[in-house]
């Protein structure tokens, strides 16, 4: 799990991750092969370059649908990068709430786009939970 904590401590410049657990449908063939076992499911930390293509077929729907689905709707996502609280779970005790695709990247400290940005490197977590809905967290990475 080594590039797992490189990733998430931000010494990974222009990689992606994707995480799946393993109550999700299993990864096509190409996925598995550089899929590492993580927490609970399976996970890619590659070059964007590498792996956008792979990681856009992989999750539901493809990145660009799935970024903006989450943008909506704001839930808390462990820096771990496996899990969450899902902004539905409080409504509905009776389901379980696990994610089961998350899509992450991080966005290098950028001081003329103000705010959180120029803080520091910033993680983007987007995530599909098993109740179907969509959300996303951002945080400086090593703040949370
Ligand atoms: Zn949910």
New binding site residues.
């Given amino acids: 799990m080594q590039s797992h904590e490189q990733f998430i401590a931000g010494n990974r410049p222009g990689h992606i991750m994707l995480f799946q657990h393993e109550n999700a449908t299993s990864l096509p063939d190409d996925a598995s092969k550089v899929a590492k076992n993580a927490a609970e499911g399976k996970m890619i930390i590659q070059p964007a370059v590498m792996a956008r293509d792979l990681i856009d077929k992989v999750l539901v729907p493809n990145i660009s649908q799935f970024t903006e689905l989450s943008q909506k709707r704001q839930g808390n996502i462990e820096p771990y990068l496996t899990s969450g609280d899902?902004?539905?779970?409080n409504s509905?005790h009776d389901?379980d709430?696990?994610i089961e695709q998350l899509f992450a990247f991080v966005q290098p400290k950028h001081n003329s786009l103000g705010g959180i940005y120029a803080d520091g490197d910033v993680m983007h977590a987007y995530a599909r939970?098993?109740?179907?809905?969509h959300?996303s967290d951002r945080w400086v990475i090593a703040s949370k």
């Fill in positions: 899902c902004p539905e779970a509905n389901e709430h696990i939970c098993s109740c179907q809905v959300y």
